[in-house]
């Protein structure tokens, strides 16, 4: 239930939206997919010990810095998506 919920709020927002949102959801990836490969491709060949422990790292930190742009992404759907559920077009704004 609570995906069928989530993906009623998502498609509420539109279709464009969610297919913006899939879009730039594949583009993170893909780049930190090549980030990766041009980071693995520039580091070399080396000793399989070193590899190990040398590739782990280059992981990790290709994780920090896509992990909050992947994050930035989601919160923006989250907050579009429950913002579209919750507007309504003949909604008075009450100023105190």
Same mark, same amino acid.
């Given at each position: ?8 709020? @998502? /498609?509420? #927002? ?5 297919? #913006?949102? @899939? @879009?730039?959801?594949?583009? /993170? ?18 000793? /399989?010990?070193? +590899? ?12 920090? @810095? ?7 992404? /989601? #919160? ?9 559920? +919750? ?10």
């Amino acid at each position: 239930m609570p995906a069928f919920n989530a993906l009623r709020h @998502v /498609l509420r #927002a539109g279709a464009g939206f969610l297919g #913006a949102f @899939v @879009v730039g959801f594949g583009l /993170l990836e893909l780049a930190e997919k090549w980030a990766g490969y041009w980071l693995h491709a520039f580091v070399g060949e080396i000793d /399989l010990p070193v +590899q190990f422990f040398a590739f782990d790292l280059l992981e990790f930190w290709l994780g920090v @810095v896509f992990m909050p742009l992947r994050l930035c992404l /989601l #919160a923006a759907a989250f907050g579009l998506g429950f913002g579209a559920a +919750q507007a309504t077009p003949d909604a008075e704004e009450v100023t105190p």
